[in-house]
C-alpha cells in the first residue's frame, strides 16, 4: 500500500503465478482493490476469466465489490466481465447437463445410487448456487445503478408472480444474446422438461453431451474443479468401471487427490477385466 501503483506488475505476477501457494494468492485480489485506481480494476477484471480456483473468483469478486465501494465514480473494464458471465453461463450448463445425467441414470439403474453418486450430485448442486450467485455479482458490477440484490432474491423467490417479474426485469437487463441462456436457468417452469429442452436455451453456450453415464464420469476426470475429478474417481471404482482405468491413470500423474485416484485404479484393478 505504500508503494502504491507501481506495485501493481508484481501482484499481477503473483496472482497469476501456479505454484506460489493458494493460501496466498486468495488474498492478493483485496489487497490490489485498495489500490483503488483503474489498473487495479483492469487487473482484477481481467483476471476473473480463466481463475482456476473457484476460491480465487470469489476473492475477485469480492474484491472488485470493494473497489467499487471505495471508488464509486470509477468504471469498471466491460469485456472481461463479460467474458466472466459468458464463462459462467457456460459452467451453469454443463453442470446442470451432468446433473440431469447423474439423475437419469440412477433411475435407469439403480445401482449407480452410490455413496459417490450422492455426493456427485450435491456436489453439482451446491456448484451450482455458487455459480448462480456468482452470475448476480458479475451482472451487478456490469450495471450500475440496477438492484441486481433485489433481482437475485427474486428469481429464487417462492411466489411465482414475484418470480416472473424479476425474470423479466433480468431478461430486460442482459445483453440480447445472453437473454435467453440466463432466464432459461432460472425458469423453474422447465424443470420437469425432458432434458434436451432443459438445456435448450442454453444452445449459443453449450452442446449437450452425450446421453452416456461412462462418457459423463469420464468428462468429469478431465473437468477443471479437483473436487468433481476426485468424487468421479471414486465412482468409477465403486461401479467397477475398468473401461475407465486410462483415464484414471492419466488423472493419477497430475496429482489430483491422489489418495483418492489411487483407491479408485486398485478398486478397478481388482474387477474382472481389470489390470494392473
Do not use: C
Not at 174 to 195: I, K, M, Y
Amino acid at each position: 500500500m505504500a508503494v502504491g501503483g507501481p506495485v501493481l506488475p508484481l501482484l499481477d505476477d503473483a496472482l497469476a503465478d501456479p505454484s506460489l501457494a493458494e493460501g496466498v494468492r486468495i488474498h492478493l485480489p483485496m489487497v490490489i482493490a485498495e489500490l483503488a485506481s483503474p489498473e487495479a480494476a483492469a487487473l482484477l477484471a481481467r483476471s476473473l476469466v480463466g481463475a482456476g480456483s473457484g476460491v480465487l473468483r470469489y476473492r475477485l469478486l469480492r474484491a472488485l465489490n470493494r473497489l467499487h465501494g471505495l471508488a464509486p465514480g470509477l468504471t469498471l473494464p466491460t469485456a472481461p466481465l463479460l467474458a466472466a458471465v459468458r464463462d459462467t453461463v457456460l459452467s451453469l450448463y454443463w453442470m446442470l447437463d451432468w446433473s440431469i445425467l447423474l439423475a437419469e441414470g440412477a433411475r435407469a439403474q439403480p445401482k449407480r445410487r452410490t455413496p459417490g453418486h450422492e455426493l456427485l450430485s450435491t456436489l453439482l448442486d451446491d456448484k451450482q448456487a455458487n455459480a448462480r450467485e456468482r452470475l448476480f455479482r458479475l451482472l451487478d458490477l456490469m450495471h450500475e445503478g440496477e438492484d441486481f440484490e433485489d433481482l437475485w432474491r427474486g428469481v429464487l423467490s417462492s411466489d411465482p408472480r414475484r418470480r416472473g417479474s424479476s425474470l423479466e426485469l433480468l431478461e430486460h437487463a442482459l445483453p440480447r444474446d445472453l437473454r435467453g441462456a440466463v432466464v432459461g436457468l432460472f425458469d423453474q417452469s422447465r424443470a420437469e422438461l425432458p432434458r434436451l429442452d432443459r438445456l435448450a436455451p442454453g444452445g449459443a453456450f453449450y452442446k449437450p453431451a452425450p446421453d452416456d453415464y461412462d462418457a459423463m464420469l469420464s468428462a468429469m476426470l478431465t473437468a477443471g474443479s479437483e473436487s468433481v475429478q476426485a468424487i468421479a474417481a471414486w465412482h468409477a471404482g465403486e461401479l467397477g468401471r475398468v473401461e475407465l482405468l486410462p483415464a484414471l491413470r492419466t488423472l493419477s500423474q497430475s496429482g489430483v487427490s491422489a489418495e483418492v485416484v489411487a483407491h479408485a485404479i486398485e478398486a478397478l484393478e481388482r474387477s474382472p477385466g481389470g489390470r494392473p
